[in-house]
């Protein structure tokens, strides 16, 4: 069965400190890989997005890394701010199919001052 | 290029009345796709359209709900005679031709009395 599953669910952090998300998928033939950020009250936004080949990307103070042999992938914050406050959301896609999309629950962020 | 759009941003309903929630895709994209999310879950798929066709509406359930999209017009997301376990917020999403990222608008948040 393909699934997504996040850890930990929330996670409460003092402002400039880092944290790690994680994403274990069991989707398979995978596709790519993005994590979004949701924050309350608003949809999803993209934040990366990780092919097969891909072990890390960055964007600005997110960076996600990917070990597609294990089926994991990490999001790692850097120097939190108040403002990464949120839903962060993995979701996977399968190859194939008209609708493929595989999406965990979240994991809920809150940064404190 | 103006974002996806969703109206009403928020829905109030009483049990056993509908409820049209209307979704307009990025400019020159055909591909519409609605979500449901329960407080504190993820985000569920229920709909995938493209013009005037129904893709993929395995997420959706098989009575009170029915959703199209017009070849001219946003996508409406029908839900007949409401329950108090249809609230929830609803999300669109739309995607181009190529149908990898998909875009999503603010939600809708429909609240039954």
């Known amino acids: 069965k393909n699934q997504v599953e996040q850890s930990p669910q929330s996670l409460i952090i003092l402002e400039g400190k880092n944290c790690t998300l994680q994403?274990?998928?069991?989707?398979?033939?995978?596709?790519?890989l993005r994590w979004y950020k949701q924050d309350t009250g608003r949809g999803p936004v993209s934040l990366t997005i990780?092919?097969?080949?891909?072990n890390t990307k960055s964007n600005g103070r997110y960076t996600a890394t990917l070990d597609a042999d294990t089926k994991q992938s990490s999001l790692h914050i850097t120097a939190s701010q108040l403002s990464d406050s949120a839903s962060y959301i993995c979701?996977?896609?399968?190859?194939?199919?008209?609708?493929?999309?595989?999406f965990g629950t979240g994991t809920r962020l809150t940064v404190i001052p | 290029n103006a974002g996806v759009m969703q109206n009403p941003r928020h829905l109030v309903r009483r049990r056993g009345q509908e409820a049209r929630l209307r979704c307009s895709p990025m400019?020159?994209?055909?591909?519409v796709y609605w979500y449901r999310q329960l407080p504190e879950e993820g985000l569920k798929f229920m709909v995938y359209?493209?013009?005037?066709?129904?893709?993929?509406e395995s997420g959706m359930p098989k009575e009170r709900f029915s959703a199209e999209f017009p070849k001219e017009g946003p996508s409406i997301l029908r839900i007949q005679q409401v329950v108090r376990g249809d609230s929830a917020a609803y999300f669109c999403?739309?995607?181009?031709?190529?149908?990898?990222?998909?875009?999503f608008g603010p939600g809708t948040r429909l609240t039954v009395l």
């Open positions: 359209l493209q013009k005037e066709n129904i893709i993929d």
């Open positions: 979701v996977v896609r399968f190859q194939t199919g008209a609708n493929n999309l595989f």
């Open positions: 990780m092919t097969f080949s891909e």
């Open positions: 994403c274990n998928y069991t989707v398979s033939p995978f596709s790519n």
């Open positions: 999403a739309s995607s181009g031709q190529g149908g990898d990222e998909q875009f």
């Open positions: 400019k020159g994209h055909s591909h």
